[in-house]
């Protein structure tokens, strides 16, 4: 999901990508997203029976506002670019481009969408290429500190290896209700992918620039095309879809290039991927600061669905990011493999828990 929200105290609007997967029309309602910090306000969306999508607002003062969109029928499968204002009194709703619900104008019976992929991905073919090699120069110049040894990259190979099972395994694990696996899995996938720090090579770019390997990765980056005036500016934006599998309008990104990517804004202040994945980290798991930062405070106050079981945003975005490293790895593991690498994870020390 890919959202951007403006708030003031009592009227709001938000912006959001969905890319559905459940069919239409679904055969019951289905939860399809839920935003519990929305500067007082409460939105809950659900897809109907009816073809149609429901909105239920609730405000801290008690005000409600619910209302229901025309039906909806799609050009190809259902991929949603919802564009919701609303305040105490007047609501609008804009998919795919099209006026689906108004509190001000009647609407037709039913509306076909067209496809929220008219809107190309955007081209990071230079981008990647130039993080290839940077990846290729950076592990020829490989050393290790004084006293120290370079590990082999038969080595290196098995710390992936058994971080990449143990990923697989936290995946699992909170996925049947063991929740605070999270926190391992925060550090972990800190540990293994993200810049910063000591760690100037993470270890799954420093064996792909051994391996010279590319790390494609996917994410409905795309041209945005310019917002009609009458609809508010959003001021919060979150940018959180990614997997190792290309789906319909998704761009494709190097991993590194990714991670340069706006991830989440919020009052002014935006994170790139990178710094997500390491707030999350040092914030909820490798540090437990005392102290935290408002955007991590917004990503676990806003809800999303995850098959029917609302989960803090903050949560579903370590789940889907670590699923796509998980694949990743499988990648880079099965071209080392074809290449005569011989490793094996049970040498491996454990990975950071």
Request: hydrophobic letters at 40%; glycine letters at 6%; proline letters at 7%.
């Amino acid at each position: 999901m890919s959202v951007e929200a403006q708030v003031d105290d009592r009227s709001a609007s938000i912006i959001a990508d969905m890319d559905w997967r459940r069919g239409w029309p679904v055969a019951e309602r289905l939860g399809m997203g839920h935003f519990s910090d929305l500067t007082g306000w409460q939105l809950t969306i659900f897809a109907e029976p009816d073809s149609t999508i429901r909105f239920e607002l609730y405000h801290a003062t008690g005000a409600t506002l619910n209302f229901s969109t025309v039906q909806l029928e799609f050009v190809g499968a259902p991929q949603f670019t919802i564009g919701l204002s609303w305040g105490v009194d007047n609501h609008l709703c804009v998919i795919n481009g099209v006026l689906v619900a108004h509190s001000d104008q009647s609407l037709p019976p039913a509306v076909t969408l067209p496809m929220p992929g008219t809107r190309p991905p955007l081209d990071f073919s230079q981008s990647n290429a130039g993080a290839r090699l940077k990846r290729r120069e950076d592990a020829a110049k490989l050393s290790p500190r004084s006293g120290h040894r370079l590990r082999t990259l038969e080595e290196e190979l098995a710390f992936l290896k058994s971080c990449r099972q143990q990923l697989a395994g936290d995946i699992d694990a909170i996925t049947a209700g063991a929740v605070h696996r999270i926190h391992g899995c925060a550090a972990t996938l800190r540990a293994t992918i993200a810049l910063g720090g000591r760690n100037f090579r993470p270890l799954l770019q420093r064996i792909a620039g051994r391996l010279d390997l590319p790390l494609p990765i996917y994410a409905p980056v795309r041209e945005e095309p310019p917002l009609d005036p009458s609809f508010p500016q959003p001021t919060e934006s979150y940018r959180l879809q990614v997997s190792h599998e290309r789906r319909a309008g998704d761009a494709e990104l190097d991993l590194d290039v990714w991670l340069e990517q706006l991830g989440f804004s919020v009052g002014g202040k935006a994170h790139n991927q990178n710094e997500l994945v390491r707030l999350i980290a040092d914030s909820t798991a490798s540090h437990f600061d005392p102290d935290s930062d408002p955007a991590l405070d917004r990503l676990e106050s806003t809800m999303v669905f995850a098959e029917q079981v609302s989960v803090p945003m903050v949560r579903a975005y370590t789940l889907v990011l670590t699923s796509t490293i998980v694949g990743l790895a499988d990648y880079v593991l099965s071209e080392a493999a074809s290449a005569g690498h011989a490793f094996d994870a049970n040498r491996a020390n454990p990975c950071p828990e």
